[in-house]
């Protein structure tokens, strides 16, 4: 490998123009996550630390850089959705992640319309192609070197129901070319996974 450079991460020294590290780490799947607060304020936003965790039980991840609403939320009802973020929405997935008061329907803002899940007291996007309703199983902040927690709450949930559209079932099976769901790239880049293969396990 040719290096262009190597930086350590305390000095953040790396001479380039922009932070390369959430680059390197791509792409990275969104997380719309859909909330509501205690006194029924509806809440949607993008995380892109976000992933599947497990599917025995089905549980995923995402982490708040600040506590945001989002948190806050959950905290107070112990639930949430994620919506699938796909290539259709894109725009909206972006007007939703503008930094309103607490009291703003980001639904409202980006045009989406809201619907509150089956099992849970939560809102997901009711033009998305599939949606999770999540039971938040855990909190924490995660520590740095130093032991000293930082500043990011990483929110763990498990997956009590799952909403399909047919307009992505082929076969049996999700057709992601279809879906097109977004990925982040890093800066301010994002990709569509539409160009898909297929790939088999070898066998030993």
């Given at each position: 490998?040719?290096?262009a450079?190597?930086?350590?991460?305390?000095?953040?020294d790396?001479?380039?123009?922009?932070?390369?590290f959430?680059a390197i780490?791509?792409?990275?799947?969104?997380g719309w996550?859909?909330t509501?607060a205690?006194?029924?304020?509806?809440?949607l936003?993008?995380?892109?630390?976000?992933?599947a965790?497990?599917d025995?039980p089905?549980?995923?991840?995402?982490s708040?850089?600040g506590?945001?609403h989002?948190?806050?939320?959950i905290?107070?009802?112990?639930?949430f959705?994620c919506s699938?973020?796909?290539?259709?929405?894109?725009?909206?997935?972006?007007a939703?992640?503008?930094?309103v008061p607490?009291?703003?329907?980001?639904?409202?803002?980006?045009?989406?319309?809201?619907?509150?899940g089956?099992?849970?007291?939560?809102?997901?996007?009711?033009?998305?192609y599939?949606?999770?309703?999540?039971r938040?199983t855990?909190?924490?902040r995660?520590l740095?070197?130093?032991?000293?927690?930082?500043d990011?709450?990483?929110?763990?949930?498990q997956?009590?129901g799952?909403?399909?559209?047919?307009?992505?079932v082929?076969?049996?099976r999700?057709d992601?070319a279809?879906?097109?769901?977004?990925?982040?790239?890093?800066?301010?880049?994002?990709?569509?996974?539409?160009d898909?293969f297929?790939?088999?396990?070898?066998?030993?």
């Open positions: 490998m040719a290096e450079c190597f930086y350590e991460t305390a000095t953040n790396h001479g380039l123009a922009h932070d390369p959430k780490v791509a792409p990275r799947p969104i996550i859909g509501r205690a006194d029924g304020t509806r809440n936003a993008p995380y892109s630390f976000f992933n965790v497990s025995r089905k549980l995923v991840v995402f708040s850089s506590h945001k989002s948190v806050a939320n905290e107070a009802t112990g639930v959705t699938l973020a796909s290539c259709n929405l894109a725009e909206a997935m972006n939703s992640s503008v930094a607490r009291d703003a329907d980001e639904f409202s803002l980006a045009g989406l319309t809201p619907v509150t089956r099992l849970v007291d939560a809102p997901y996007v009711g033009e998305a599939a949606a999770l309703e999540c938040m855990q909190i924490l995660p740095d070197l130093d032991g000293n927690e930082t990011n709450w990483v929110v763990f949930g997956v009590v799952i909403h399909i559209s047919s307009r992505i082929r076969d049996g999700l992601m279809v879906a097109r769901p977004l990925g982040r790239m890093g800066y301010m880049d994002y990709c569509e996974a539409s898909v297929e790939m088999l396990r070898p066998k030993a």
